[in-house]
């Protein structure tokens, strides 16, 4: 691939459009969107060939936040830019979308409605679907399954940011112990239009910003930055797509009283219900706490991480990939990842919304429409909005 070529104007408004096209038209999750970026990108359009696509999933299921191979199949097409036309393209539909839900809610009385409920047993059913689809490739073993328990036990004992951290920590070290030689090792060459010092200068900042936030939030007491920070460690600690992030956010945001249960529990709704990645959420939290400019700090904070990682691992990545110990590590780390979630899944999430039998029933009708029918999640929101509507007529 030529340099004049890659960073071509034409090049970028092609990356532009088909990664705004994919913005609109991608809804079901993390894994749906590989399909759909296979589909238009390999298939199609032969920007990459299937090792590299296979290795750059690989690679963004390796770092923490989105699953950001939107962004590395931009940055391998038109360079830096590329990465930056493409993730604006397919974040911006649905982080504009839940601005404009947060806004609407805003001057709506949230905390009664009916169909609110139906959204909650809504995130039940799609988060249950999540929950098994990573269980059986995430630990499938029982060294894995173990893991995932500690995770699960410590989570619910120790809700906090630091609880969570300690049990990430924990389990890429046992992860690196149990399984160093036994991942496999497939390789494929490949070649990357970002230098090394231009990586090493993201990673720094990405650790510099981790560690430095914090420290800031506690000695200046501005509402923007604490809001920052808690956004940008939740985009720092996910690693396995955007479900795992409603644990963080909602420890982050719902027992300090920055904003309600049913406020944070209609947005996973609406976020369900949007095309793009779940993390777009972010939008919704921010602008429900802080207008529309809330709306745009809090998906700039939640997207940067996964973007400076990324950005800083390409060049690396050979040298990573071929490290059998890292992957162990990693292995621990995604085993840990099942874990955090059923105990996210649990509290908040069914504590809140399945009061009753009906409503237990109704989460089952949701789940099978989902998991069994292959319904698109938009079939089930609306169903689970008329729903909740209609059992609170009952």
């Known amino acids: 691939m030529h340099k004049h070529k890659r960073n071509s104007f034409k090049t970028l408004i092609e990356i532009l459009i088909i990664s705004t096209r994919l913005g609109f038209t991608s809804f079901g999750g993390p894994i749906a969107h590989l ?32 699953a950001s191979s939107q962004v590395g199949i931009g940055v391998m097409r038109g360079g830096l830019l590329g990465g930056i036309v493409s993730f604006l393209g397919f974040t911006l539909p649905s982080v504009l979308a839940l601005i404009l839900f947060a806004l609407l809610l805003k001057s709506t009385d949230i905390e009664q409605a009916g169909w609110i409920h139906g959204l909650k047993i809504v995130a039940v059913a799609v988060v249950a679907h999540a929950i098994t689809g990573m269980a059986q490739k995430l630990t499938p073993e029982v060294k894995r399954k173990t893991i995932a328990l500690f995770a699960l036990v410590v989570s619910l004992l120790g809700q906090t940011a630091f609880a969570q951290a300690g049990i990430i920590i924990i389990s890429a070290a046992i992860g690196f112990l149990l399984f160093k030689d036994s991942i496999d090792k497939k390789e494929s060459a490949f070649h990357f239009p970002i230098s090394k010092t231009f990586g090493t200068v993201c990673l720094s900042l990405f650790f510099v910003l981790l560690v430095l936030l914090p420290v800031l939030r506690e000695s200046a007491d501005l509402r923007w930055l604490s809001m920052f920070d808690s956004f940008y460690r939740a985009g720092s600690l996910v690693f396995g797509g955007g479900h795992v992030v409603l644990p963080l956010l909602e420890r982050e945001f719902v027992p300090s009283g920055m904003i309600s249960k049913e406020a944070f529990l209609a947005g996973y709704g609406a976020a369900q219900a949007v095309p793009g990645p779940l993390f777009t959420f972010a939008a919704y939290l921010g602008a429900v706490m802080g207008g529309w400019q809330g709306g745009m700090l809090a998906a700039i904070a939640i997207f940067l991480p996964a973007f400076l990682l990324i950005l800083g691992a390409l060049p690396y990545w050979d040298v990573l990939r071929r490290n059998p110990n890292l992957k162990g590590a990693l292995a621990g780390v995604n085993a840990a990842v099942v874990g955090i ?49 209609l059992l609170n007529l009952l």
């Open 35 to 66: 399909g759909y970026f296979y589909e238009e990108y390999i298939r199609k359009r032969k920007w990459l060939d299937e090792k590299s696509y296979a290795d750059l999933v690989a690679l963004c299921q390796f770092l923490p936040g989105p």
């Open 341 to 389: 979630l059923i105990s996210a899944f649990y509290f908040p999430i069914w504590t809140s919304a399945i009061l009753n039998p009906i409503d237990f029933a109704f989460a089952a009708i949701l789940f099978s429409m989902l998991a069994y029918w292959k319904l698109p999640p938009w079939v089930i929101v609306s169903t689970g909005v008329i729903g909740g509507f």
